[in-house]
């Protein structure tokens, strides 16, 4: 298997624009998790899925941020309209289940530069 | 969120020393504690974890001690090697809720 794959894994963009992260979960895996991780702040949770449903949203910071699991596999996190404190690596990581969620599997991060 | 509190934030361990995190939970309905190891420019993985009906799990070099009373858990690495060196992080999960991240160690092993 080739674990979860995340694209892009880096994004330079400048403030205002919007961005997309892509999440492709690993086959057979039924939650997906969205976190950003910052020296400041360490690994924060955004948001969790299971079989595609949103289960709590209540870490995305604003706003600004939204996420989506269009399909069983992938998911995306979109901010719009970026800012310079969204800059951090974000991961996904997916599992079996959340009631089994330690057995996370988190992709190679995404690392995101607002400037 | 529930929080696990971890400590040191940092840890400077000579190359065959023991290295020791602790971490420290208030929600008693925890019922799994797992450690994540991360190095850099890649994402936490799985290392060990410890369910709280056992009060020390070892694998290979790495072990976890568990103080159910305290709260407390720990991860202890022997004969830290240079390769160790990463960001090490525990945590706590109950029931249906995700995991609960601390805030990371970063461990430096030096030879």
């Known amino acids: 298997d080739a674990g979860v794959i995340q694209s892009p894994r880096h994004e330079v963009t400048e403030m205002g624009q919007e961005v997309t992260l892509r999440c492709k979960l690993i086959?057979?895996?039924?939650?997906l998790f969205w976190y950003r991780q910052t020296m400041m702040r360490g690994l924060e949770l955004l948001i969790y899925f299971n079989n595609n449903v949103p289960i709590d949203d209540s870490g995305m910071p604003e706003d600004r941020f939204s996420a989506k699991m269009p399909n069983a596999s992938f998911s995306t996190l979109k901010i719009q309209p970026s800012e310079p404190r969204d800059s951090a690596v974000y991961f996904c990581a997916s599992s079996f289940g959340v009631n089994r969620g330690y057995e996370q599997y988190f992709g190679p991060g995404t690392r995101l530069t607002v400037t | 969120q529930q929080q696990v509190k971890q400590s040191p934030q940092s840890l400077i361990v000579q190359k065959g020393g023991i290295s020791i995190i602790n971490c420290a939970y208030e929600?008693?309905?925890?019922?799994?504690f797992p450690w994540y190891q991360q190095f850099p420019g890649k994402g936490p993985a799985l290392l060990i974890a410890i369910r709280p009906d056992v009060s020390e799990k070892k694998e290979g070099r790495f072990t976890i001690s568990f103080n159910k009373s305290a709260k407390q858990f720990s991860l202890h690495i022997m004969d830290s090697q240079p390769g160790d060196s990463a960001t090490y992080f525990c945590a706590a999960v109950s029931g249906n809720t995700p995991l609960v991240f601390g805030k990371g160690t970063r461990l430096s092993v030096i030879a």
């Open positions: 086959s057979g895996h039924n939650s």
């Open positions: 929600n008693t309905a925890f019922d799994y």
